[in-house]
Structures are given as structure tokens and as C-alpha cells.
């Protein structure tokens, strides 16, 4: 097990690695000029030097490249003075020459070009908000689409099956960014009267009479959007593996003892379908921190996706970056964690 477990850190290593590449350079071979976005396009030729200067712009890029991988490293080599150690918060190794150290700390994303704060503060602020959106968005999924997809497997070739499979169909098919915006037109001003939700809004709101407060409200469809997809494959998944389940010959032996049709449902046939519905689950919930990107812009919600994307928008590439990275990072880590728990659950999965 732990051979199996390091060779799949190995791999997810090799990932992140290359993910790091192709975005540094992707993002360095844009158009658009950082410098000039941060101070306007009628700086002088001095100011636009000093902030090319001051975020490493000056540099080649194979030179701006070897900064970069030494900023993400956990071990590094900086210089041994009072400003880098404010700027990185190392804790000092061993000395690397006259000036240099070599020190262990966290991964260093940089500052934003627009802001200048540092981007791990940034992630700080918004990454929690986008967490509650995609657990929340992922509960709505599997409760409800476990339920629809048990129903429309009892209800087989009725028009409740069909109904299922229509909204299963429906679900997949629309893209998240447009049945944002029906969600937001439909029940946040067409029918905002009734629903009392708003077309947009995040999920922490400032009340000048009572500061930072909870708006439990603007989660709701967001929420919703963001869940349409996991939830029409987990209905799917639930049917098919709820039939498959019912014609099991166990099956038969319990309807032949008497038993009730919700107790064979619920305490037998469920309980052995579920396997698929657990796979999905572990599988989309990273996929949800990135479709959350353009859900969270549309409503106007406070997340990673919003800060990405408004920092897309000013060619604000650091914010990008570490957006990236990061969801690339929590794929990863969801990864191998499943990857483990495979190979609990099937020890074939060991032999791989």
C-alpha cells in the first residue's frame, strides 16, 4: 500500500509540475502589457520600467521562469535579509554562499499587479466561499438525484422514467454559464416577487449597522446552476445501477419472502447501487471548483471563479496563476485520495 501510494504522489508531483510549466509560459506569451494595464495607457516610459522592475518583468523569461519555480518551491534559495524574510516567512536551513540560504516555506504566488497584495490572501478570502458553493451545490446533486433516480427505477417506462430521463438529459446538456443565466433571469427577476432571491449577490454581504452578515439566500442559485450537471449524471447512474440491482436473484428471494417493496428498495437494492453514485461524487466535486468559475460571475458571488475571472479581465496574471494552481492542486489531491480508497475498498486496485 504505501508503494502504491507513493508512486500515485509521484504522478500527481509529475502533474502539478507540468501544469506549472505550460501556465507560466502560456500566460507570459499573451499580448498585453501588465505594466501598462497597472499604471494606464498614458504612463511615462520611467513609471513603466519601475513596475516592470519591481514584479520581474525586466527579466528573460527563462531567468523570470527560475524565479517563478523558486518562489512555488517548498524548499528554496533566497536571500539571508530582513525584506525576504518578511517577504517569504522562511524558517533558515542551512547558508547557500555569502548572501543566500537555503529555507523551507510555503508555496509564494506572488502579488497581484492591480492590488499589490499578496495572492495567497486573495485565495484566502474567496476559496472558502467557493467551498461552501461546491459542497452545498454537491449535497443538492446527490440527495436529489439519488432520489429521482430511484424513483424513475421503480417507475421504469413510465412518465415518471421519462420525465427523469428528459431532466437527466436536459441537465447534461445545458452548459453551466447559460443555465445560469435562465436560472438568474427566471427566478431572480421574472419571478423574484415570489422566490425572494436575488439575480445576483454573494454570500457575505456588508450592513453598515451590523458589519459582515450572512446572505443565505444568494447561495440558492448558484447553488442550483452549479449542481445541474453531477445531478442529472448521478440520476442516470442511479437508475441504471437500481435496475441492474433489482434483477439480482437476492432480489427475487426477498419479494418472494414477503418482504415490503420500501424495504427491499431502500434497505436492499439501494444499499448495492450506490457504488457507481460514491465514484461520481468523488470525481465531480473537484470538477465543481472549476465549473464554478463563470457561476460565480454571473451571480456576482464572491468566490475564486469571480476573482479569477475579474482578474482575467485587467490582465492581473499573478491572481490567475495561483487560481490555477490551485484548483490544479485540489484535483490532484482528490485524485490520489480516491485512488487510496480504491485500494481499500478492491485490493486488485494494489496490482495496478
Known amino acids: 500500500m504505501l508503494r502504491y501510494t507513493f508512486r500515485k504522489i509521484l504522478y500527481g508531483l509529475a502533474v502539478l509540475a507540468g501544469i506549472v510549466v505550460v501556465v507560466f509560459f502560456l500566460f507570459n506569451i499573451l499580448p498585453g502589457d501588465p505594466a501598462r494595464m497597472t499604471q494606464g495607457q498614458r504612463s511615462d516610459v520611467q513609471s513603466l520600467e519601475a513596475v516592470r522592475k519591481e514584479f520581474g518583468l525586466d527579466k528573460p523569461i527563462p531567468v523570470q521562469f527560475a524565479y517563478y519555480i523558486n518562489d512555488l518551491s517548498v524548499i528554496s534559495i533566497h536571500d539571508n535579509d530582513s525584506v525576504s524574510q518578511a517577504k517569504y516567512n522562511f524558517l533558515k536551513i542551512i547558508p ?66 421519462r420525465s427523469a430521463n428528459a431532466f437527466a438529459i436536459l ?22 416577487d415570489f422566490t425572494g432571491l436575488n439575480m445576483s449577490g454573494s454570500l457575505y454581504n ?39 440491482v433489482l434483477s439480482q436473484d437476492y432480489i427475487r428471494t426477498a419479494r418472494a419472502k414477503g418482504l415490503s417493496n420500501r ?20 470525481g465531480w466535486f473537484a470538477s465543481l471548483l472549476a465549473g464554478s468559475f463563470f457561476v460565480e460571475y454571473i451571480f456576482g458571488y464572491n468566490g475564486l471563479g469571480k476573482a479569477t475571472v475579474d482578474a482575467l479581465e485587467l490582465s492581473d496574471f499573478p491572481v490567475v496563476m495561483g487560481s490555477i494552481l490551485f484548483v490544479a492542486f485540489i484535483f490532484v489531491i482528490i485524485n490520489i485520495l480516491v485512488d487510496i480508497l480504491y485500494a481499500f475498498i478492491d485490493p486488485r486496485v494494489k496490482l495496478a
Do not use: C
Open 96 to 161: 547557500a554562499g555569502k548572501n543566500k540560504v537555503i529555507v523551507l516555506k510555503k508555496p509564494y504566488l506572488r502579488r497581484s499587479y492591480q492590488t499589490k497584495r499578496d495572492v495567497s490572501n486573495i485565495l484566502a478570502e474567496t476559496v472558502p466561499n467557493t467551498f461552501i458553493l461546491a459542497i452545498t451545490s454537491m449535497i443538492f446533486a446527490t440527495l436529489l438525484g439519488i432520489f429521482l433516480g430511484v424513483i424513475s427505477a421503480v417507475n421504469k417506462d413510465t412518465w415518471i422514467d
Open 206 to 244: 456588508y450592513d453598515p449597522f451590523r458589519g459582515e452578515v450572512i446572505t443565505w439566500k444568494n447561495l440558492i442559485l448558484p447553488m442550483i446552476t452549479l449542481g445541474l450537471r453531477p445531478l442529472a449524471i448521478i440520476v442516470q447512474l442511479t437508475r441504471s445501477a437500481m435496475l441492474d
Open 171 to 192: 441537465g447534461i446538456s445545458a452548459p453551466s454559464f447559460f443555465a445560469g443565466i435562465i436560472i438568474a433571469w427566471l427566478f431572480g427577476f421574472v419571478l423574484g
Open 263 to 282: 424495504r427491499i428498495i431502500y434497505k436492499h437494492a439501494l444499499k448495492n447501487a450506490l457504488n457507481p453514485v460514491i465514484t461520481a461524487i468523488s
